[in-house]
């Protein structure tokens, strides 16, 4: 398969649906940023945490599928001013991850839901903050409009899939919180830096559909 061909869209829809075998329930404690700091795992599983979803939004455009990112405003209470992946909690009226991952795409960037197309989810990323969050694999078909919410979206742009799931912009980062050292994936695009929860996802992305 070319270089090209390993990061379509119809090779990324391959790759997420052909997930047999490999079982989400305990998935997080292998993957991404959490694998990195073991002494984490116990203590997340024990905190009550809300639920939320985020859409991974690939675009379906021919041989180089590219990703829907936001960078949030920095009057948010939480995670202000960081690159994310449009989502947020899961509401009592929302039916699953996935509706709850496409209305809140709708509220902050205007991405209406006819031109998704939702394919699996990856292992829910356990975030101190206190969020459980199911990342949901969606293709997004051309011809879509966006219109970014200025109360919670400052910014939107795309990268290219092959970017992201290419190890080698995949750096390790470290900081010191409430006292514990603690490391973290973190990409560089341009003038992006992707961090924390969404450089965690992405990671886990790689490592399941992609390593």
Known sequence: MSEAGAFSASEFRRRALD??????????????????????????????????????????????????????????????????????????????????????????????????????????YFAGTGFKITPVLSLVRPGFSLTPNPDEVAEVFEVPLSFIMNPANHQMGHAVLAGHDRQFYEMTFGEYRIWGITAGIIRTIYERLYA
């Not at 997930?19 to 984490?40: I, T």
């Not at 455009?61 to 948010?76: C, H, Q």
């Not at 992946?85 to 496409?102: R, Y």
Request: no cysteine.
């Open 19 to 124: 997930q047999s075998g490999r079982p989400l329930a305990e998935a997080w404690r292998d993957h991404g940023d959490h694998r990195l700091n073991p002494d984490l795992l116990d203590g997340l599983e024990s905190i009550a945490l809300r639920d939320a979803a985020v859409l991974v939004p690939v675009i379906d455009d021919g041989a180089e599928a590219r990703v829907i990112f936001t960078r949030r405003t920095t009057k948010l209470r939480k995670h202000s001013g960081q690159i994310s992946f449009p989502g947020g909690s899961i509401d009592p009226e929302d039916a699953s991850p996935e509706a709850a991952a496409l209305r809140e795409s709708e509220e902050e960037i205007g991405l209406l839901r006819n031109f998704v197309e939702p394919l699996a989810r990856m292992p829910n």
